[in-house]
């Protein structure tokens, strides 16, 4: 791709080739055609929508840089980006940080080169190590990439009892085990608890947990498309999920159960119930979402009957000298994981937060 870069003006607006669409950063009132150009752009996710802005912003202190290309008053195509700049992480701009999927969207190749040619400039002018893109397809074929990372998407069958027939037989038989233990499932409007599931689990595999606050506004912002569905037993949570819903799409993406929930198989069930809902509500694309290889949670999903798809993190290095490597299989991090699960949990939720925004 042929670049052209230009100075950024004060409003964050490239100067514009003759031939390219105008780049402009997303302002309050144009919220809803960015959401109307996502819901209708192939390339389009859910970590697309104008409302993380809003999520990264308030509720984990970073600076977002939310661009769209237009073309004779007409949404072409949509970056967005957020800026991490941490004494022990570095300094990032990445779309979209705490996200799986990002990149670009665009209908019309120029739109995309315009929106890479404005975040190459950004990188340039904020002095970032590095500039990355979280692609469901290679973009750039010649920029280093991290092959960690897979995703998990499988299609919704429409009849329900199809979709148990479609999992393997060891795990219908952890469903079934969570069908005779009595387990039901509840859809929840406050995050209390789902936090309490949840903060367990990512403390037991020592890992800093999000704030509860960040847990309230996903809730708030997304509304209906944010679903919070609570396994219980006799009045206890046993586990809980936070999902996505996204055109014909379901997006189970926080999740976690406590100490009970491995002895009556509590996850199992939930996901399963999940996809149930689903079906019954007519939607089509399960997305277990994004997994390391070679990590339980891979091996989790691929019991399931979901085959692996790789995910094409895209990096340009700016002040960096190589790819990050900010993630629990990094060995430089185990003395840290086996001292973190030794915190008191109350301790733990408390400092987690300051680490975990910082992360992306």
Known sequence: MSCIVHAFQEDLTPAPRMDMPSVHPLKPQDVERWDEFVSACPDATFFHRAGWQTVIERALGHKTWFLYAESEGQIQGVLPLAEINSH????????????????IAAISESARQALDCAAQ????????????????????????????????RKDIDPEIEQNMQAIPRKQRAMIRKGIKAGLESTIDENVDRFFSAYSVSV????????????????????????????????????????????????????????????????????????????????????????????????????????????????YQLHRAGAVPDHNPLNPKYQIFIKAWRKLPLSVANFIGPYIVKNLG
């Open 88 to 103: 022990l992480f570095g300094h990032s701009l990445s779309s979209l940080p705490f996200c799986v999927y990002g990149g």
């Open 121 to 152: 400039a950004l990188a340039s002018q904020l002095k970032i190590d590095y500039l990355e893109y979280r692609n469901l397809k290679v973009q750039h074929p010649d920029w280093p990439t991290k092959d960690l990372y897979v995703t998990f």
């Open 203 to 314: 403390h037991r595999l020592g890992t800093p947990v999000f704030s509860k606050k960040y847990f309230r506004l996903l809730k708030e912002i997304f509304a209906e498309d944010c679903e919070l569905m609570i396994i219980h037993k006799g009045g206890r949570t046993i586990s809980g999920v936070m999902s996505f819903y996204f055109r014909d799409e379901v997006l189970p993406y926080y999740g976690g159960g406590t100490s009970e929930a491995r002895d009556v198989a509590g996850n199992d069930f939930m996901y399963w119930e999940l996809m149930r809902r689903a079906c019954e509500r007519g939607y089509k694309t399960f997305d277990f979402g994004r997994s390391k290889r070679n990590t339980g949670s891979f091996d989790f999903k691929k019991n399931w009957g979901f085959e692996p798809q790789p995910l094409h993190y895209e």
